[in-house]
T-cell receptor, first 111, second 114 residues
Framework: DAKTTQPPSMDCAEGRAANLPCNHS???????VYWYRQIHSQGPQYIIH???NNETNEMASLIITEDRKSSTLILPHATLRDTAVYYC????????????FGAGTRLFVKA | SQTIHQWPATLVQPVGSPLSLECTVE??????LYWYRQAAGRGLQLLFY??????ISSEVPQNLSASRPQDRQFILSSKKLLLSDSGFYLC?????????????FGQGTRLTVV
C-alpha cells in the first residue's frame, strides 16, 4: 500500500470549510484513497473514498488531483463536533483492509 | 444493518495477568476481521487479520495472539501481559468479497497494564 503524508494539525473556524490535504505520491493505478476520522476515545469512522473522480456524500467531498498524487478532504461547514483526527489512507487491491493508519491530521474546529 | 460489538470498553490489568478481548459482528456473513492497536497519540497499528474461521495472520511479532472460533467472533488474547501492551485496541470488519469496501470499527477497548 502506498504511504500518505498529512499535516499534523490544522485549525478551522466553525461554519467555515475545512480543507484537509493528503499527499500520496506513490499511489498505484488501482489503489483507492480512503478518509476516516477518529473522535477522541472512539473507533475510526469512515467518511469517504475515491479512485480518481471527485466524490461527495452527506459528510464531505473528496477532491483527487488528476495525477492522483494528492487529495483534499473538504468538510463544507465545519462544526465543533468535527474536531477529530482525520486519516488519509491508500488501500491496496488485495488482502482486504490490511491498512496502516498513520498519525493523521488533528483538526481543531474553533467557535 | 451491520453492527460490531467490542468489550470491555476499559480494562486495567496487572503485569503478568492474562488477557481476553472479544469482538463480534452482526448482520453480515464471512467478514474479514481485524485487530488494531493504538498507542497514546499515535496512529493505528494492524496486529492481526482473519479471512475465515481458524485463519489468522499476524502482522507484527508481539506478546499477543488472536483466534477466530466462529465466523463473526474474533478474540485477542495474551497469556502474560506486559506494560508495553497498554493501548487502545480496536476491532474492525470488512466485506470479504470486494476490494472496494470500507472498514467498520468497534468502539475500542482501552487497556492499561499496571
Amino acid at each position: 500500500d502506498a504511504k500518505t503524508t498529512q499535516p499534523p494539525s490544522m485549525d478551522c473556524a466553525e461554519g467555515r470549510a475545512a480543507n484537509l490535504p493528503c499527499n500520496h505520491s506513490t499511489i498505484s493505478g488501482n489503489e483507492y484513497v480512503y478518509w476516516y476520522r477518529q473522535i477522541h476515545s472512539q473507533g475510526p469512522q469512515y467518511i469517504i473514498h475515491g479512485l480518481k473522480n471527485n466524490e461527495t456524500n452527506e459528510m464531505a467531498s473528496l477532491i483527487i488531483t488528476e495525477d492522483r498524487k494528492s487529495s483534499t478532504l473538504i468538510l463544507p461547514h465545519a462544526t465543533l463536533r468535527d474536531t477529530a483526527v482525520y486519516y488519509c489512507i491508500v488501500r491496496g487491491p488485495t488482502g482486504g483492509f490490511k491498512t496502516i493508519f498513520g498519525a493523521g491530521t488533528r483538526l481543531f474546529v474553533k467557535a | 444493518s451491520q453492527t460490531i460489538h467490542q468489550w470491555p470498553a476499559t480494562l486495567v490489568q496487572p503485569v503478568g495477568s492474562p488477557l481476553s478481548l472479544e469482538c463480534t459482528v452482526e448482520g453480515t456473513s464471512n467478514p474479514n476481521l481485524y485487530w488494531y492497536r493504538q498507542a497514546a497519540g499515535r496512529g493505528l497499528q494492524l496486529l492481526f487479520y482473519s479471512v475465515g474461521i481458524g485463519q489468522i495472520s499476524s502482522e507484527v511479532p508481539q506478546n499477543l495472539s488472536a483466534s477466530r472460533p466462529q465466523d463473526r467472533q474474533f478474540i485477542l488474547s495474551s497469556k502474560k501481559l506486559l506494560l508495553s501492551d497498554s493501548g487502545f485496541y480496536l476491532c474492525a470488519w470488512t466485506l470479504r468479497a470486494s476490494q472496494n469496501t470500507e472498514a467498520f470499527f468497534g468502539q475500542g477497548t482501552r487497556l492499561t497494564v499496571v
